[in-house]
């Protein structure tokens, strides 16, 4: 691989449940400081199904942009396995996308599939967790997203007390973000090793109270 090489990582997931909603992840960097992200939903999907999208959409992107030398690396040792031929495909509805990989990689003049740890692969497993609503506590920018009590506190307010505002918007429910508020984009729902953490943002939340004519 020369000077002209891009290198791009991929990522699959899904919400709650494997199946569940799907999101792909994917990051291009050019060897010229080049980036191409990838965020998107795919609706409902296996983990495995929604890794083979992820990687699908790096190929289709890498293609587009004419990139004709690429490296790309995947913690999916399944996918990358399968793709790289090293592997047989035991699920039916695998055998498609893999068989489809292998001919968009074709069309790459210099290309190659690596297996990576998940560790090294964070940033488009972020991505893909993006795509489907779903933020790990180690990437929230704390700068913006905080708790209740943090957020009161230049308004002279106790967490008690903006937590009341906040039922009277309707953007919270039985201490809980509702839809309005994770679809407005003022919460966050935090995924940790036991449930969620809800976050709000610092400065949407207090625009959007403003407007309800209930914080000064």
Known sequence: MGNNTWHAW???ATKDTNPGLGGIGGVLKGPAGERI??????????NNRAEYAALLAVLDTAIAAKIQS?????DSKLVVSQVNGEWLINAKELVEMCSTAQKLKAQIPQFSLEW??????????VLSKKAIGVVDKESLDRATWMKITEIAKPYGL???????????AKLRENGKPTQKALDSGV?????????????????????????EMLLD
Not at 70 to 74: A, F, I, P, T
Not at 116 to 125: C, K, S, W, Y
Not at 158 to 168: H, M, P, Q
């Open 37 to 46: 992200e990838i965020s998107t939903e795919i609706g409902h999907a296996s």
């Open 187 to 211: 919460a966050l729902r935090v995924h940790n090793g036991f449930g969620h953490d809800d976050f709000w943002h610092r400065t949407l939340l207090p625009a959007v109270l403003r407007e």
């Open 158 to 168: 106790s967490g008690v007390a903006l937590g009341k505002k906040l039922d009277v």
């Open 10 to 12: 991929f990522d699959g």
């Open 116 to 125: 990576i740890p998940r560790t090294e692969n964070q940033e488009a497993d």
């Open 70 to 74: 690429l490296v790309v690396y995947g």
